[in-house]
């Protein structure tokens, strides 16, 4: 009987320590997502909905071809590289760190497009079918065009965005082509309600590492929107 109290003491000590290194995962990994993410005002909002006024920024972008779920892992990959070290300063030979940011989002493409050109792009009938996407992150506010490191890939180029409105639906949770695409669906539903234009195609930003537990995730479908000085309520 003493063997067999000391056993399920361990046991419960096991248990014990085992939730304690859950929830502390838990707060690390929200803890330590708490860095720059673009700015923007709400203009109007109803449930997980929202109509955002982005200020101008600055990212760091490429075009990747293949499914959703490839092209995300290759354009992390290529463009995480270049905030990690493989980039030249504007004012020597060295290469610099640059903060990781917050979200990254993807876009997809039409057509092949050269990385100058302004996003001018029809519509595709689902944001899943695409074979194309622009994978970006927006690069840290204390960096212009002019300072921030050059990228030594070829396939990473850099890019000032003006000032944009988008229509965002923000949800938790896993973002597979199905449930993305469901909740572009919703987002179009309100944005025709609005009575607003879209410009440019859906977008998909997620804000967490993919460690992160579905329930805690922030996962956002966003589409840029004409100009409204009064929004429908």
Do not use: C
Not at 7 to 19: A, E, G, M, N, Y
Not at 179 to 191: G, I, M, N, P, S
Not at 199 to 218: E, I, S, V
């Amino acid at each position: 009987m003493p063997y067999i109290q000391l056993h399920s003491i361990d046991v419960q000590h096991t248990l014990l320590r085992f939730v304690a290194t859950f929830l502390a995962l838990i707060f690390v990994s929200q803890n330590a997502m708490a860095i720059e993410e673009p700015s923007f005002k709400v203009v109007a909002k109803s449930g997980t909905y929202e109509l955002r006024q982005y200020a101008p920024m600055l990212v760091a972008e490429t075009l990747v071809d293949g499914d959703m779920d490839d092209a995300s892992s290759i354009g992390f990959r290529k463009i995480a590289d270049y905030i990690f070290g493989n980039n030249q300063v504007q004012t020597g030979a060295n290469s610099a760190k640059i903060a990781m940011t917050a979200p990254v989002t993807m876009e997809p493409q039409s057509q092949k497009i050269a990385m100058t050109a302004p996003v001018a792009l029809m519509p595709t009938e689902s944001i899943g079918a695409s074979k194309q996407w622009r994978v970006h992150f927006v690069m840290p506010s204390q960096y212009t065009l002019n300072t921030i490191p050059k990228p030594k890939n070829p396939d990473v180029k850099l890019r000032e965005i003006p000032g944009k409105i988008f229509a965002v639906n923000t949800f938790t949770g896993f973002n597979t082509q199905s449930r993305v695409q469901a909740k572009t669906d919703e987002l179009l539903l309100w944005v025709g309600q609005k009575n607003l234009k879209t410009l440019g195609q859906a977008q998909l930003a997620r804000y967490d590492p993919p460690w992160t537990l579905p329930m805690f995730r922030r996962n956002e479908v966003m589409i840029e929107v004409e100009d409204v000085k009064e929004p429908s309520k």
